[in-house]
């Protein structure tokens, strides 16, 4: 079942905001989310992936650069590969997945506006950005079912599914 025994998963965190307190065990559970999703995808090989936490401000920024669209976003998604072709890191021969910007301002306000917990949509967004860098999209309403399926299932197998 589980098809990354020996595959080793590097996911570096970085924290360039400053508006909103990380919970310790965040960042454990975020590494946790990265690999689920791996793992139910059956993903083959060492992986690498970049985490960051911005402010709102900075994800508008980037928005408004990278996708014409001048307003504050939850996460963005920066992948590297396409078609399931990545390029490699030379010095460990990893495949270079890509980065995950998350606002951490945007999770906060979703969380209370959700009901649930900080952890749980943090862990949500970054599995989602997850499928993103692995090719999935959400363009049209069967490949979003499809996404929204597969998030599901990777937050019940970290505990955090439904209502949690």
Known sequence: MMAMTNDKVR????DRQKKVRIPSGLRMLIRRACIAVLREEKFQ?????????????????????????????DVLSFPMGENGEYDLNPSTGAKLLGDVVLSMEK????AQEY?????REVC??????????LGYDHMNSEEKAVMRMKEETVMSQIGLGLNK
């Open 115 to 119: 009901e649930h917990s900080f952890e």
């Open 124 to 133: 949500y967004l970054t599995v989602h950005s997850m499928l993103h860098l």
């Open 107 to 110: 999770a906060a306000e979703q």
């Open 11 to 14: 996911v570096t965190i970085a």
């Open 45 to 73: 090989g060492d992986a690498e992936v970049s985490v960051t936490f911005v402010d709102n401000d900075q994800i508008r920024r980037l928005n408004a650069k990278f996708r014409d669209k001048d307003s504050a976003t």
